[in-house]
């Protein structure tokens, strides 16, 4: 396989730290699990699922094994399924040398089982065990990945689907999962190690890697019924790279679902998937469905080809017209939260304060590995963006005011954005990672109904490690 520079890949030929402690303790927890709306009941069914991450050998291309981290062996991590209202229990044992925990990425959680180490729950150490328990109230595309050093962890394997169904949705041949992510790796197709902790991929569009998997593997087939409705539920799990797919040889393919939500369908020029984001695709009839093409580089690559196989006599007719997850809310008298992002190479950001103190940007970098900021502040967990209260109306007023593109993620909610991201016409769309372009400014509007203290920050991995990321406290 020919491996080239980090900016394309080829295909193989073949709020305050009182309060954050007061929540980690078990007391505060309790309270917030009984105040909050996503509160467990006696009526929900319990999913169990056991989870354990260790360093493991994986077969890219079914010859070579390449040493990651990653979930019970598999890459990508097991899925992991349950349906509307379920409770899903998950089992965690660490069996890495580094400590760790796992986000549940877009579920609408309790803010105690989001897996924020030191702001929602203590890091889970090598050796150790946690179990994740929580209510699923929302169906539809979700993933878990681990979020310590998340920049290496997930650059190493350590992420799952997750899927929450609707009862009486789409047969299983017709509903498929498409996890694409993008590795660096070397000729031997062993990770390129000494790249993770580069600043200047930290400081400029962060780690992109050089070849692309499809479910873990290069240029896999794909089984499809050979007419007839099919869902194409596609994950982006890169560390930083966005995709652009297209699906050669069918007529027309609609969106209709974001980040999990359903939407009113519509017909994309493009599908368009930042870090962390998922779409959830309808084609109508796939008898001459072709490959899936992967185009964000300006050539189209050949990433997986669908097989067609027998219907099995499986077709009927499926609501696919769910509604969002909320409407949209009224703005009368909504929190305006002004975030202004600056920072990372060609920026405009000389200085910014850090721990109390202002420095020099060039020094933070060379001395802390910070490189971003908000409001000029270096961001992490002890940066208070904004203090809410329940049944608060928010609008995070974010200016991107980078020469870098940012995958921006709001944890334990969703919310509303007038969207560019797969044509020149503007949608508002419910989301709950939006990738801003350089010079964007954007209001993300949610509602606050969700209390703890919730983590909003940049999904290209590196980027958060290096400062862009602060905490949102909803109260009670």
């Not at 929540?23 to 056991?50: I, Q």
């Not at 390129?192 to 400029?204: F, I, N, P």
């Not at 539920?233 to 050669?248: D, E, G, K, T, V």
Request: proline share 5%.
């Amino acid at each position: 396989m020919a491996v080239v520079s980090s900016e394309t890949y080829s295909l193989p030929k073949g709020t305050g730290v009182t309060s954050r402690r007061e929540l980690l303790k078990g007391s505060a927890a309790t309270v917030v699990l009984a105040l909050s709306p996503l509160k467990l009941t006696s009526r929900e069914t319990s999913k169990s699922y056991s989870l354990i991450a260790k360093q493991s050998a994986h077969t890219f291309d079914e010859t070579v094994k390449t040493n990651l981290w990653l979930y019970n062996r598999m890459c990508p991590g097991p899925l992991i399924e349950a349906n509307q209202n379920d409770l899903l229990t998950v089992k965690f044992k660490n069996e890495l040398d580094q400590p760790t925990t796992i986000h549940w990425h877009g579920i609408r959680n309790l803010n105690r089982m989001d897996g924020v180490p030191d702001l929602t729950q203590p890091a889970v150490e090598p050796g150790e065990t946690f179990v994740y328990t929580f209510p699923v109230k929302d169906a539809g595309t979700f993933w878990y990945h681990a979020h310590n050093k998340s920049w290496e962890q997930v650059a190493r394997g350590l992420y799952g689907p997750l899927i929450v169904r609707l009862a009486g949705g789409m047969p299983a041949n017709r509903d498929i999962l498409i996890v694409a992510d993008d590795w660096a790796l070397k000729n031997d197709l062993q990770l390129q190690e000494k790249t993770l902790g580069d600043l200047g991929d930290w400081s400029h569009g962060g780690r992109l890697g050089n070849s692309l998997t499809i479910n873990g593997k290069f240029l896999p087939t794909i089984k499809v019924p050979s007419s007839g409705p099919i869902r194409l539920r596609i994950l982006n799990a890169a560390n930083a790279r966005p995709f652009i797919f297209q699906i050669s040889g069918t007529s027309e393919v609609k969106i209709i679902a974001t980040d999990g939500s359903p939407c009113p369908q519509f017909v994309p020029e493009k599908i368009a998937l930042g870090p962390a984001q998922r779409v959830d695709v309808l084609i109508n009839d796939c008898s001459t469905i072709g490959d899936l093409l992967e185009t964000s580089t300006g050539q189209a690559y050949v990433t997986a080809k669908f097989r067609r196989e027998s219907d099995r006599n499986d077709i009927g007719n499926w609501d696919l017209s769910g509604k969002p997850f909320y409407e949209f809310p009224k703005l009368k008298e909504a929190k305006v939260v002004a975030i202004h992002m600056q920072g990372g190479a060609m920026g405009n950001l000389g200085s910014a304060e850090f721990e109390g103190a202002v420095r020099p940007l060039r020094d933070l970098a060379m001395k802390e590995s910070k490189l971003w900021a908000f409001n000029g502040k270096i961001g992490g967990y002890s940066l208070n963006l904004a203090d809410c209260s329940i049944g608060d109306t928010v609008i995070l007023r974010v200016w991107n005011d980078t020469a870098w593109p940012h995958s921006m993620h709001l944890h334990g909610h969703h919310f509303w954005v007038k969207s560019t991201e797969f044509s020149s016409t503007e949608r508002t769309i419910l989301r709950d990672t939006y990738l801003m372009q350089p010079g964007e400014r954007a209001d993300l509007v949610f509602n606050a109904d969700n209390p703890g203290l919730w983590l909003f920050h940049c999904h290209m991995l590196e980027h958060h490690a290096a400062g862009m990321g602060g905490v949102i406290s909803v109260q009670t």
